[in-house]
């Protein structure tokens, strides 16, 4: 299983978008997914619409045990493959960092618990955690679970400073907790082709960042507000927009799993490991 962290430090620059779209890609794909909704605003959950469950994701924080993951997950209104780790608004108040930080450990053990004995059919190829726009417990939580992670951003004048960052918390993380994370790249959202201001900002990021800048751009199209609000995939929403963005995803998504060579982390990782705690700069992830 391959666990990929969705992330941005600045919020309404379409993560969620991003996340879901990633999800949409990978059920085209056949790839068995489950969507971890970390941001207290439940977008993603609103917009896979699973049944009602009994627990959410922050019971699972709180408790990462078998007993409370068969009663957080729920098939997504989607498909069965694709399975929601359930959202809420009391996600609010783990966010702020505290004397029981030792605790962010608890994600990626439930994701452990789950990688080993699925809940129901095959296990999860893919797990996608949707962070809320912060660097909070929830976030750093999201990047001790996870194999690599994806930068959102806009173009905008704050593109640059708001990447930079975040992979300064993805290095302090894979110092302090999680030696396998890697910045799987910085990901252009709403992007207008035909804007100068746009095409300026992008040239800006692929100066501070070169090759870890994706290649490929999200573009600005009325449709993925349209699927979202159907509770749609955007790969089955029937438009030319719908379908330019689409194949978008389907690159992003490839370059995702191109990068999952180790698979799962366990985070008992000797953490003494030299190798494993090796300062790396933005440089190193671009390599």
């Known amino acids: 299983m391959h666990t990929v962290a969705v992330l941005s430090l600045k919020g309404g620059v379409g993560k969620t978008t991003v996340a879901l779209g990633i999800a949409s890609a990978a059920l085209r794909r056949g790839t068995r997914t489950l969507v971890a909704d970390l941001d207290p605003q439940g977008n993603a959950t609103a917009t896979l619409d699973p049944p009602y469950t009994t627990a959410t994701l922050a019971d699972v924080l709180a408790a990462p045990v078998r007993e409370v993951l068969q009663r957080a997950v729920a098939p997504s209104a989607w498909s069965p493959e694709v399975d929601v780790l359930v959202g809420a608004e009391e996600l609010e108040l783990l966010n702020e960092p505290g004397p ?14 789950l990688h080993d004995r699925p809940l129901r059919g095959r296990p999860y190829e893919l797990t996608i955690l949707d962070c809320p726009p912060s ?3 929830l976030t750093k939580s999201a990047l001790v679970a996870a194999d690599s992670a994806i930068l959102v951003t806009e173009p905008t004048m704050y593109a640059v400073s708001g990447a930079q960052r975040a992979l300064e918390a993805i290095e302090r993380i894979r110092d302090e907790h999680n030696p396998e994370l890697k910045a799987a790249g910085v990901l252009v959202n709403r992007l207008r082709p035909r ?5 300026f900002r992008i040239a800006e990021l692929r100066e501070s960042f070169g090759t870890l800048v994706m290649p490929t751009a999200i573009p600005d199209r009325l449709a993925v507000q349209q699927a979202q609000g159907a509770c749609s995939p ?5 438009s030319p927009g719908a379908q330019e963005v689409a194949l978008t995803f389907n690159m992003v998504l490839a370059k995702i799993l191109r990068s999952n060579r180790a698979g799962r982390h366990r985070i008992d990782h000797d953490p003494g490991d030299p190798a494993g705690r090796t300062a790396r700069t933005a440089d190193d992830a671009r390599r």
């Open 234 to 238: 955007i790969h089955e929403w029937h």
């Open 135 to 137: 660097l909070g417990r």
């Open 195 to 199: 804007s100068h201001e746009h095409q």
């Open 100 to 113: 029981d930080d030792d605790k962010v450990g608890h994600l990626s053990r439930a994701l452990d618990e």
